[in-house]
């Protein structure tokens, strides 16, 4: 790498960090460097690597330096609470409303899958909307979540929406990714509200097909065996 495409690439990491709190490693960017023209300006090669970022596994892409990262400790019930000061950046493996029965969930995929969400009771073919920038068009309606988290070393958590966060619904897409910052962890969990956690975005493609044809086919498993229970035990 010159000494030219070097600065480069370290005003782009500088930009990610202070815009959207990612760090990638150094293997990454200069992987990432090595695809693009050096004449690009800085804001627009910035944007590209953002893009790129949110696409991407974070155990693969993001720095799993510590200050980054969840503490070692994190699954420990016997810390009753803890503030996790951040920020850092996770990634969704899965979520669910929990307010909804496994039937309404499945309904919402499906719905989801043929492109439709809902506007109160109305049912409405889903356009562009300012939701769109999560990577999915996300259509609030009962809540709150729970969330599968992971962060770029690969340990996972889940979350709770404590209160609304905007981006946060069954349209959100597998891999995107999200930012927690003076986040209060309870015997391991997450408490999210809009004070401290950001969406950022981002699709991880072959994540989110095998997440919704598994969902379902778990919601249906679990819906069956309950009849099955209910028709047996009347």
Known sequence: ???????????????????????????????????????????????????????????TSLSTDTSHCLPPDIHNVEIKERRLQGPIVLQLLGIEDMSKSRWEQVEAIEALERGEGTKGREIIRVTGTEDDEFGANVRRGGGPHKLSLQDARGTRLFGIELKEVRGVGLGMSIGCKMVLKNAIIARGVVLMEPGNTTILGGKIEAWHKAWKENRKTELKAAIEANERNTRSNP
Do not use: C, E, Y
């Open 1 to 59: 790498m010159t000494s030219h495409t070097a600065q480069l690439a370290a005003d782009v990491a500088g930009q990610l960090v202070s815009t959207k709190s990612l760090h990638p490693t150094q293997q990454w960017l200069t992987a990432f460097m090595n695809t693009q023209k050096t004449t690009t300006p800085v804001p627009a090669l910035t944007q590209t690597a953002s893009f790129r970022l949110l696409s991407s596994d974070i155990t």
